[in-house]
């Protein structure tokens, strides 16, 4: 990267100064200094704009410029004769031009050069598909969950400074960090083993970024993709710079179940809550459940009716109220209900019966 850029400042540089000595239409050598400058500037935009077109889109400009071209020298031909202007000449070639590359780049990622072959059968995606791995996301482990289920396309790209990190955090001395490294490198590998994922590995590294998570923005804007994060500065961050993420925890939140207020639900009472005569329950997927008088039932099962949802940049909270007296009135339409035939009846002291019915 810093190699292109020198190259880019040596390109501007040597143009400035040809024009500067050499004066193009016979202008003031600061006038052409100028001039030169300004033209090595929209070269470079240029290219640095050409560099993320696919080769499609380039075989396709082409295509449709020269076709425009052909066009405009035949449509020249017949109507020069009829209106001899230089100026209608140089106007229709060069809307024929404009409008040949435009519609022939647009056109161009119709192509499937992948069919033909040889140098052609490594343009089978565009960067736009390319999605970053970031260290957290692996760490977390779900994301492998997630391809293997196939809802992920196009290639994941792992950097090399992610990787450094990861053996980093897998050689530290604590246990904890250590763990969770070595578990980040058997994801990787679970990732790669997996037949319908491309998984490339990338060198390109930004010496004069320190912190991994800028590493990541700049690399996202290179390869002009998404990263994918369950870190929320991170996303935060990247959205700043114009960088699309796609956060795991925002996936797993939109999955969850939608509780709408009034419905019943039936909880496990794990502990008692913060607030007076609470409880605290967890759904299977991690949502927390807040009941309004369920301190005594704790360590039961209940039916609780649904307050209110609370939706959080951490998660989904739920708020409920267990009723008492429902419960009450339940459990005792159990106990009273008549005993089915097959029911087995309570067993009574004999003995003791009829020692109370003598006395």
Do not use: W
Request: charged fraction near 20%; hydrophobic fraction near 50%.
């Amino acid at each position: 990267m810093l190699d292109l850029i020198i190259a880019r400042a040596i390109f501007v540089s040597v143009l400035t100064i040809t024009a500067f000595f050499l004066r193009p239409f016979q202008a003031a050598p600061v006038v052409a200094a100028v001039a030169g400058l300004v033209l090595g500037l929209l070269i470079v935009l240029f290219e640095m704009r050409l560099e993320k077109v696919t080769l499609t889109r380039l075989i396709g400009a082409a295509c449709g410029s020269f076709l425009g071209i052909v066009g405009a020298f035949v449509m020249t031909l017949v109507v020069g004769k009829a209106v001899p202007d230089p100026f209608l000449a140089v106007a229709l070639l060069l809307l024929m031009a404009y409008v040949g590359l435009v519609v022939g780049a647009k056109k161009g990622d119709m192509l499937n050069l992948a069919a033909l072959g040889g140098i052609f059968g490594g343009e089978k995606t565009s960067k736009k598909t390319f999605k970053i791995l970031d260290t957290s996301v692996i760490i977390d482990g779900r994301i492998a969950d997630i391809a293997e289920t196939g809802f992920l396309d196009g290639v994941l790209v792992i950097p090399q400074f992610v990787l450094r990190e990861l053996q980093l955090v897998a050689d530290s001395a604590d246990s904890m960090k250590r763990n969770r490294g070595r578990r980040g490198l058997d994801i990787l590998q679970r990732i790669q083993k997996m037949a319908h994922l491309n998984v490339q590995i990338v060198e390109e590294d930004f010496p004069h970024v320190r912190e991994v998570d800028m590493k990541l923005i700049e690399l996202a804007k290179v390869y002009d993709c998404k990263v994918i994060t369950n870190d929320f500065n991170l996303n935060k961050v990247a959205q700043l710079h114009g960088v699309e993420v796609l956060n795991i925890n925002e996936l797993a939140n939109s999955l969850k179940p939608i509780v709408l207020p009034g419905e019943t639900m039936r909880v496990f009472i794990l502990k008692e809550g913060k607030e007076y005569n609470q409880g605290v329950a967890y759904l299977d997927d991690g949502t927390m459940v807040v009941v309004d008088n369920a301190k005594k039932m704790i360590s039961k099962t209940i039916d609780i009716s649904v307050t209110s949802v609370l939706q959080t940049t951490a998660g989904k909270m739920i708020f409920g109220k267990f009723d008492e007296r429902g419960h009450a009135q339940a459990g005792q339409e159990r106990h009273e209900r008549p005993a089915r035939k097959n029911e087995p009846q309570p067993v009574t002291n004999v003995a003791a019966e009829k020692t109370t019915i003598e006395s």
